[in-house]
């Protein structure tokens, strides 16, 4: 579009000066018409470059999780084959789950005499408050008697020694009453030590049952998200454990980023909503039309990390680093009763923003996309 625009203006300068005559074609006016297509080109070109800022570096990026199980174990399965699309939730290996299932069964008999044994506190509750009070008439009794026998020794009519014999016995008594209370708050106690609806004893045999039927639905390995598994190099029969750390297989979620890298000061006029266009390699010849969803508004060389060394002062005679780009976040759009093609995993090409700012400029820049497009069709090796 642009070699269009500066050919019109050479149309227009012979049409002045070479057909019409209406100015002389002499030095003066060959500069001059040299000049003003340099300085229209130039205000061309500038212009657009932030009204409607193009990038050559558009990258397609997948989130990758790496597959690596939280519990140790043998290889049974291997549910998936490599680079084949999967749904979240569907199984993509599973672990011996032998040691865990048995370790379930243990935990569960476990919380049965538990809770069996929760169940007869409340009959040692009753019977250690009847012992309480079975100690306490005892002991009533006992002071009943001291009290008759010092009376009656003091009439002269019984001896000492009664009187000591009951005093030792009210002693005994007391004692005995003393722990039988003792008894029954230990009951009470137990019962009132609770976690939710359950005593102390049953609750941690829970917690202990839970942890361990995590670690069997563990044995289990399961897609974190729709995706495909790429580098399954694991098969029945292999050692898994989470530490050290080695992957089992890496896992490409179907999820996308599309990202556009331009210069620092190519997004003044830039702002969520925009119209954008991608040109990738892997789609010679096709346009995805697409939004700006963000940007990013950070680079890694305005990041300090956390030291306890002073940054050391940049050296006089070496060049500063080259200003890194910022990042603007793309969205595809599908057009209306079509779907959008399938885009690759790392898929690399160029793409322009198209702000609203002097709209009628914009169509040299869709020409320019669409040119990209084209040339992509070619592959420029010699072997």
């Known amino acids: ?71 140790q174990g043998t290889v049974t399965r291997v549910a998936v084959e490599g680079n084949t699309l999967i749904k979240k939730g569907d199984v993509l290996l599973e672990i011996d789950n032998t040691p865990y299932r048995l370790k379930v069964k243990e935990l569960q008999a476990k919380l049965a005499d538990a809770t069996a044994s929760a169940k007869t506190l409340w009959q040692d509750l009753d019977s250690a408050k009847s012992n309480t009070l079975a100690a306490q008439a005892h002991l009533d009794l006992m002071k009943k008697r001291l009290a008759q026998s010092q009376e009656l020794a003091k009439a002269e009519a019984g001896n ?15 004692s005995n009453v003393a722990s039988a209370k003792t008894a029954e708050a230990k009951v009470q106690t137990k019962l009132e030590g609770v976690v939710g609806p359950d005593i102390a004893s049953v609750a941690q045999i829970k917690a202990q049952l839970e942890a361990a039927q995590y670690d069997l639905d563990s044995t289990i390995i399961r897609a974190p998200a729709d995706g495909y ?3 399954v190099a694991v098969r029945p029969g292999n050692f898994l454990a989470a530490m050290p750390f080695r992957p089992a297989m890496s896992f490409v979620e179907h999820e996308q980023r599309i990202l556009a890298f331009f210069a620092q000061n190519e997004l003044r006029f830039v702002k969520p909503g925009d119209k954008a266009e991608i040109a990738l390699k892997t789609l010679p010849g096709e346009l995805i039309s697409a939004k700006v969803d963000s940007i990013v508004w950070a680079t890694s060389q305005g ?17 500063a680093p080259l200003a890194q780009k910022y990042a603007v976040k793309l969205q595809p759009i599908a057009k209306e009763g079509e779907t959008l093609p399938h885009i690759a995993m790392g898929a690399r090409g160029g793409g322009a923003i ?30």
């Open 1 to 71: 579009m642009l070699e269009l625009i500066i050919g019109g203006y050479c149309a227009i300068i012979w049409l002045i000066f070479i057909k019409l005559k209406l100015f002389p074609w002499n030095i003066k006016s060959q500069v001059g018409s040299a000049t003003g297509a340099i300085v229209l080109a130039a205000t061309i070109i500038f212009t657009i470059n932030v009204v409607t800022p193009s990038s050559s570096d558009v990258r397609v990026i997948n989130y990758v999780a790496e597959i690596v199980p939280r519990v």
């Open 303 to 319: 990041q300090i990390l956390q030291s306890g060394t002073i940054p050391n002062s940049p050296s006089e005679i070496v060049h």
């Open 354 to 383: 198209y702000t609203e700012k002097l709209a009628p400029l914009h169509l040299l820049r869709m020409v320019m996309i669409r040119a990209q497009s084209i040339v992509n069709y070619l592959v420029l090796k010699l072997h």
């Open 160 to 174: 000492q020694y009664d009187v000591e014999n009951f005093v030792t016995e009210v002693k005994k008594a007391e």
């Open 229 to 231: 598994a790429v580098n």
